[in-house]
């Protein structure tokens, strides 16, 4: 089972040191099966290692700790996606089960495989270790992309007139589907801190407290930054509503200024008799055009009386 396709899923096995870390990516039964005589697990933790949406859990058996995490992955096109690791840790080996690609297990399975230094296998519960660092390492990795990201948007809504809630809201989306994986982490690494010591060794507590402290430091800077986008959201919301106002203020100015001309112009358009119109005889004492500089000046005189009157009412 060292490194090859076994018709359900990649599976792949290495040793070092004395601790195995076997890797088993989308597992057919076969394999899932083959697993579970093995290491004598438990059929129920082996199909909940594979099966969706199972909640964050930490269960310790007889001869074994099997534990249920999720990991974000950063897709190209800057969505997180979520998957999960079904995890059984033994006195002398790890096993990991997931479905969907996990770019920090490669990496990580990697550097281990290739590695000479027994340190880094010292045992499998700082193999464990190990591994839910790499995790935390990608969630990391992710938060200081949104710190980044919410420097840009602080420019964008502080410095232009246009509406920025796209791009807020795709943030707003990354900060929320991140917290929800770290939050579930706290209690986890928590309880397996507690337990750890009894099982693997007490030295290893403290490695697990700095996971801990590690995940609480990230679940403090996400709810920072979850405050802040909402900041730059209602922000943004009335940056836009100004500017929608002044844009309503205008077109409503234009069309109140041009009531009297259009009042003027449907009187003179209709078939009835009306002073200096044509069937009553034009005025003439100004010249050809009397009627249409009267009627000009009536609409513009009126016009300028409403502009004062809402002026002094500070209407704009």
Not at 122 to 131: D, H, N, V
Not at 146 to 174: C, T
Not at 260 to 277: I, K, R, S
Request: overall charge negative; aromatic content about 12%.
């Amino acid at each position: 089972m060292d490194g090859h396709t076994d018709g359900g899923g990649d599976v792949r096995k290495h040793t070092l040191g004395g601790v195995t870390w076997v890797d088993a990516q989308a597992p057919g039964t076969t394999v899932l099966e083959r697993l579970e005589q093995e290491y004598r697990l438990h059929p129920v933790h082996v199909g909940e290692s594979v099966r969706k949406v199972q909640h964050n859990q930490v269960e310790r058996e007889k001869h074994y700790f099997f534990l249920v995490m999720h990991y974000p992955a950063l897709q190209p096109d800057g969505k997180i996606t979520v998957g999960q690791l079904g995890v059984f840790l033994g006195k002398d080996y790890v096993v990991t089960v997931h479905v969907k690609e996990a770019p920090f297990i490669d990496d990580f399975y990697t550097h281990f495989s290739r590695t000479t230094d027994k340190q880094e296998a010292r045992s499998a519960g700082y193999l464990l270790f190990r591994i839910i660092a790499a995790l935390l390492q990608t969630m990391e990795t992710i938060a200081e992309g949104i710190d980044v990201e919410l420097d840009e948007v602080e420019d964008l809504v502080f410095e232009n007139n246009s509406s920025d809630a796209e791009r807020i809201g795709r943030l707003r989306e990354k900060i929320i589907r991140l917290r929800r994986l770290t939050g579930p982490k706290r209690l986890l690494l928590d309880d397996l801190r507690e337990q750890i010591g009894g099982f693997a060794g007490s030295d290893l507590t403290h490695y697990y407290a700095y996971n801990l402290k590690t995940v609480n430091r990230l679940w403090d800077e996400l709810d920072e930054a979850r405050e802040t986008v909402e900041i730059y959201k209602d922000a943004d919301f009335i940056t836009s509503t100004e500017q929608t106002n002044r844009i309503l203020a205008l077109l409503t100015l234009v069309f109140t200024f041009t009531i009297p001309a259009t009042v003027a112009a449907a009187l003179y358009g209709m078939n009835v008799f009306v002073p200096g119109g044509l069937e009553s005889g034009s005025w003439l004492f100004l010249g050809k055009y009397t009627t249409f500089w009267l009627v000009l000046a009536l609409s513009a005189c009126t016009a300028l009386g409403m502009y004062i009157y809402f002026r002094k009412r500070r209407w704009f």
